[in-house]
């Protein structure tokens, strides 16, 4: 399933402000605000992702086109069924403790992202095999087969072209170059990332002239282009829904009330408005982008229906809870929209952030493969759902069609126990002095490819 080029205008942009008139040059520290708070840096860890890209590699990264180049496997080979792959190495790579890179370290990194396919050691290469075909494994090990090792000191160290220098968990992380990448020695000498920073506080930063790059909300996107800031966007990768929890003793959600929610919902008066047209309104769980069908699920509201199911109800089976994280992206105003939309079709929804017993959670699960019908798998065990047996499984012979992959979503969305409302893209404002080299500074997933980043000027 081939992906389709995804660069929007703005990051375009990000990439002409590197002229011929204006020559890359090394040094410089890169001040960078996120609003994740990681335990660690490892890819293991779900919001470390942005950190882990600085110094984990995989064996191939897509360029502008997702078309699979070579990282740290220089070439690959697969059978007829696309069954069993097999991976060259790059010669000459080395470990942030210095010594090499090897089959080793990579079937054990592999092994443990890809638990369902077995790897082993092949010559100087590793060979990854599968029960049923995957055409699209360089789509998944793009993103999410990092490769590492253990140190002497038993911590993970990468190949990447930044070296960690400091972590402390929940308030700063520090890189630097690595000076024998094999890649070439980045332009920065040195990154700085500050964890845990409210929206609010990073864009007054980038304002100010503290930081270099932040990550923007949808509705700082007005405020950054009048202050003529430079946005770099991923494809719509986060999905944001309603998930309903589990049945509380006593307290069932009726499927009438959930489906009268879902019909209720106006998202494109939430699109226009709170997400100010960032992203695509959805009703599904996999991106159109992805996918190819996402738009053959209703996303347009119908009150006449939703008032018709509540009203077929109890008046006290009318009523649910609906939580939000209150560090998820405009989530509060999404959450409240919500319930405004529902009270016209005559439910009550009770709003409050944190409530580990509402009914309902407003939730922000961004996707962990580019092989769709992984993504599909990790979506439902992520929203609670209970998922089909995986597209393609029952058959050794053919890859999951997008039929098969189309069929499996429509069954996890029976019942309406998540309620698919947008897809959104990653966003980071940069700030006047950052130039990008050649390529865009932020992969398709929202990684980040920094050893491209220079800076212009001195640091104020």
């Not at 690959?76 to 790579?93: C, E, I, M, S, Y």
């Not at 800031?229 to 009726?254: E, I, K, Q, Y």
Request: aromatic share 6%; hydrophobic share 50%.
């Amino acid at each position: 399933m081939r992906l389709s080029a995804w660069f929007p205008p703005a990051v375009l942009s990000a990439l002409a402000l590197c002229g011929a008139a204006t020559r890359p040059h090394y040094g410089g520290t890169l001040r960078v605000e996120i609003r994740a708070a990681p335990s660690a840096i490892d890819p293991a860890v779900a919001d470390a992702a942005p950190l882990a890209s600085l110094v984990f590699e995989t064996l191939v990264r897509l360029d502008r086109d997702d078309a699979p180049q070579p990282c740290l496997a220089v070439s690959w080979q697969h059978d007829t069924a696309a069954k069993r792959w097999q991976f060259n190495l790059r010669p000459g790579v080395k470990f942030h403790d210095g010594t090499p890179l090897t089959a080793a370290p990579v079937v054990e990194s592999l092994q443990a992202a890809l638990p369902d396919l077995t790897v082993a050691v092949a010559g100087d290469g590793v060979v990854v095999r599968a029960n049923r075909p995957v055409p699209d494994l360089l789509l998944d090990l793009a993103h999410n087969g990092a490769v590492f090792a253990h140190s002497a000191t038993g911590s993970l160290v990468g190949t990447g072209a930044f070296v960690v220098t400091a972590f402390e968990p929940g308030r700063r992380a520090a890189f630097a170059a690595n000076e024998n990448y094999w890649g070439g020695r980045p332009f920065l000498d040195s990154i700085e990332v500050q964890l845990d920073r409210a929206a609010r506080d990073e864009l007054t930063d980038l304002e100010l002239g503290k930081a270099d790059v932040v990550e923007l909300l949808p509705v700082d996107l007005r405020r950054a282009a009048a202050d003529g800031r430079t946005v770099w966007s991923s494809a719509a990768v986060d999905l944001m829904a309603v998930a309903f929890a589990p049945a509380a003793p006593g307290r069932p959600v009726d499927a009438r009330l959930r489906e009268a929610l879902a019909l209720s919902i106006d998202r494109a008066a939430m699109h226009n408005v709170l997400l100010q047209k960032q992203g695509e309104i959805s009703a599904a769980l996999l991106p159109q982008w992805m996918s190819g069908y996402a738009f053959t699920f209703s996303r347009a509201p119908d009150l006449a229906r939703a008032r018709e199911l509540a009203n077929a109800l109890p008046p006290a089976q009318r009523t649910l809870s609906l939580t939000y994280d209150p560090a998820m992206r405009v989530a509060r105003l999404l959450a409240e929209r919500v319930a405004v939309n529902a009270r016209d079709a005559g439910i009550t929804v009770q709003v409050s952030p944190q409530n580990a017993h509402a009914d309902a959670r407003l939730v922000d699960v961004r996707l962990d493969s580019l092989d769709p019908a992984k993504a599909l798998a990790d979506l439902a065990t992520a929203l609670g759902l209970v998922a089909p047996a995986a597209p393609g499984a029952s058959s050794s012979s053919a890859a999951p069609s997008a039929a098969a992959l189309y069929e499996s979503e429509r069954k996890l969305l029976e019942g309406w126990r998540a309620i698919p409302l947008f897809h959104l893209p990653v966003l980071f404002g940069a700030g006047g002095r950052v130039r990008v080299y050649a390529r865009p500074a932020i992969t398709r997933v929202g990684d980040w490819r920094f050893d491209n980043v220079w800076l212009s000027g001195t640091a104020p």
